[in-house]
């Protein structure tokens, strides 16, 4: 038997490969399929069950195509209403793989047809159970993703307590927990960085397994909830209809030349997304591009800043990155992609065209400025409330980059804004966002907090500034 988590560390996204005796089962798979079937391939074996634990919401699967191309059945639990051919097991419904069996665990609550895969091997021993986005290390999924008109947060959640104690608890402590997401993803509020661990021990140190009340549980994973980001509900449509075939997309994409690329942005009203680091964006890019680079947590925060899933998209890569962002816009259902920079931004210089730069100071540069004007300047950090309720500069103002586009009032058009985040990534997202919207006053502090926390600088975790819009 083998069973092998895939983790994509960009979604904080977990799929599965079950294999035994020649038949494999895929959990929950990413929408690029070719890498599963390789992988059976290469064992000689068949692909015989696509396994989803509910519809979800961060990410596009691939479910349909990987069934296409592989004749593979696809598996939902109780309740779900897909627009495709799939099986919709019953509760307890057992599969056969090789010689071991997946059984179907109906555990309602971050979604009505949300469902468990318990794995039972060989000797018949309950080896692991796949919990989707019902049970995670840490943490249990938010009840808030798929509202009806009769369901309340409220409601979900005393459903995901009644599935958790019923169904999953009961199980023995040895179980191996493997979820279908990790630390950073949108689907929880306090998962850990371990992917997986034993059931007994999340039964100790998970806040949402210790012995409370529902009405306790109910309060616990209610609270703190933050909005989730636009592409949510539309992702659940996606997999709810299938997605487009990848490879057509990749097909399809256009090279531009820097004329075509220009003349693209403005007729079709593209958001031009710059892929490259912050300290290479930074030194010249393309007027009104958004830096969100590819070596981050690029999908999300295209997910989170992009409100319209449909908007055409243009893009500036590195010649060895443009299948990376093709694939990465892809897991999140951003697939109206016009084309990308050929040649890159050297093309763009070389043609003539005009460029921008933001200005970005080190630590200490800005360390010293805050100095000779004893604080008086406008700091903005744009981390999480959360980062910065734990420590942030003296007089800091939290400006979270999630809810940038909601409080552009919060910066000065006349005062020079200095802002930051954690390291320098999302700080040069926010930096180019509003120079995007006419800010010039701009300046990245390079490194971020952990950079600014190596000097001098005054630091508190006191609470200054008013709540955000979101």
Not at 218 to 230: E, H, K, R, S
């Amino acid at each position: 038997m083998i069973v092998e988590q895939i983790y994509t560390g960009c979604l904080a996204q977990g799929a599965y490969y079950i294999e035994s005796a020649g038949e494999v089962a895929i959990i929950d798979p990413l929408r690029e399929v070719q890498s599963y079937m390789n992988k059976a391939e290469k064992n000689n074996a068949n692909i015989k069950y696509i396994f989803e634990t509910h519809f979800h919401a961060d990410f596009v699967s691939g479910h349909v195509e990987l069934a296409q191309k592989t004749s593979a059945k696809i598996v939902y639990g109780p309740k779900a209403t897909p627009s495709f051919e799939c099986i919709v097991a019953e509760d307890g419904q057992v599969f056969e793989i090789g010689e071991i069996k997946i059984k179907v665990l109906h555990t309602p609550g971050h979604t009505m047809e949300s469902s468990c895969y318990l794995l039972i091997d060989e000797n018949g021993t309950e080896n692991c159970i796949f919990t989707g986005d019902t049970l995670f290390i840490g943490d249990v999924g938010r009840p808030d993703l798929a509202q009806k008109s009769n369901l309340t947060i409220e409601d979900l959640a005393g459903y995901l307590y009644t599935s958790l104690h019923a169904k999953i608890m009961t199980l023995p402590d040895n179980l191996i927990v493997y979820p279908a997401h990790g630390a950073g993803s949108a689907c929880g509020k306090n998962m850990s960085k371990e992917t997986y661990d034993t059931l007994g021990n999340q039964k100790k140190v998970n806040y949402a397994l210790q012995p409370q009340s529902k009405e306790q549980f109910i309060m616990a994973v209610t609270d703190g909830l933050t909005p989730p980001p636009y592409y949510f509900p539309k992702n659940v449509m996606i997999n709810k209809t299938g997605a487009k075939n990848l490879d057509v997309i990749k097909t399809n994409l256009h090279a531009l030349s820097p004329q075509a690329f220009e003349i693209a942005a403005n007729e079709l009203g593209a958001v031009m997304i710059d892929t490259r680091t912050a300290q290479n964006f930074k030194d010249g890019f393309v007027p009104n591009s958004i830096n969100i680079g590819i070596k981050g947590d690029f999908a999300p925060w295209v997910g989170t800043l992009l409100t319209d899933i449909e908007q055409p998209i243009l893009f500036i890569a590195d010649v060895e990155n443009i299948d990376e962002v093709i694939t990465r816009l892809s897991r999140v259902g951003y697939d109206n992609i016009v084309g990308y920079l050929q040649g890159g931004i050297k093309a763009w210089i070389e043609a003539g065209k005009e460029i921008d730069v933001i200005e970005s100071i080190s630590a200490e540069a800005f360390a010293k400025l805050f100095t000779e004007n004893e604080g008086k300047i406008l700091v903005k950090d744009v981390r999480k409330e959360t980062e910065y309720r734990a420590e942030h500069v003296e007089e800091a103002a939290c400006v979270s980059l999630a809810y940038l586009s909601n409080n552009m009032s919060a910066f000065s058009k006349t005062e020079t804004n200095y802002i930051h985040c954690a390291g320098g990534y999302r700080s040069m997202i926010a930096a180019s966002i509003l120079k995007s919207r006419g800010f010039d006053n701009l300046v990245d502090i390079a490194g971020g907090f952990a950079a600014i926390a190596m000097t001098e600088v005054p630091r508190s975790n006191f609470i200054c500034q008013s709540k955000l819009k979101v």
